[in-house]
């Protein structure tokens, strides 16, 4: 089984696993606990117990089909994320960039043009602000 992970809106990490996407649930000792980020939602009973980012043991059902255009718009959005940091191009620029890459139906997942574009610009400002103390 491959395992991945994303980015969170929040800069958390999600695990995706079988086209399905898990939000941690708690750390005990090494192991992570896993929950579907669907488990409020859609009262999704899924659960991943991983160990060292390999799979331990996996509990109940998704009640849901599983999105991959979910999982292809957060990793589309890291990319965003990541060229926002390293590079000086416009937001329009990047914002165009990633639509490019993206199937039709990840494309409907990604944040409205006007959103990736602030975000983009809160993450410039943010690096500009730690780079001052960095001094």
Not at 14 to 26: A, Q
Request: hydrophobic content about 35%; overall charge positive.
């Amino acid at each position: 089984m491959d395992i991945t992970f994303v980015e969170s809106e929040k800069g958390k990490k999600k695990l995706c696993l079988d086209g399905y996407l898990y939000i941690k649930d708690k750390t005990v000792n090494n192991k992570i606990y896993w929950k579907c980020e669907m488990c409020k939602k859609m009262k999704c009973s899924a659960r991943v117990i991983t160990v060292n980012e390999s799979i331990q043991k996996r509990s109940g059902n998704h009640n849901h089909a599983g999105d991959a255009a979910e999982i292809d718009a957060a990793k589309a959005m890291e990319k965003v994320k990541e060229h926002a940091i390293n590079s000086q191009d416009t937001p329009h620029y990047i914002v165009s960039c990633a639509s490019m890459e993206v199937s039709g139906a990840a494309a409907v997942k990604l944040p409205s043009v006007s959103n990736m574009k602030r975000t983009i610009r809160n993450i410039r400002a943010r690096k500009k602000y730690w780079t001052c103390f960095a001094k």
